[in-house]
């Protein structure tokens, strides 16, 4: 137990002489929020993307006929074919 005590301050610690070091020394974090820019960019971008996927799939379901709330539409009867046709 203590152990386990010992490695989880000794871990703690190390992260907040890690949190200090980029924010006083690696330009006050400023590589990380560009980097949180890019990402930010890159999921509108993404969601941007989807949104014409649902587009386009929401064209060919009507297209075929299923309803949007995922229900198929009732059968139509089919015309059997005699086995033998002359």
Known sequence: MFKFLGK????LILVAIIFVGISVF?????????FGKKVEHLSERAG???????AKSDKLLDKVGIKKDGQKPKETPRVKKDEKSH
Do not use: Y
């Open 8 to 11: 989880l301050i000794f871990v």
């Open 26 to 34: 690696w330009g006050g974090g400023e590589k990380i929020r560009w």
């Open 48 to 54: 941007d993307e989807a949104d014409k996927v649902k």
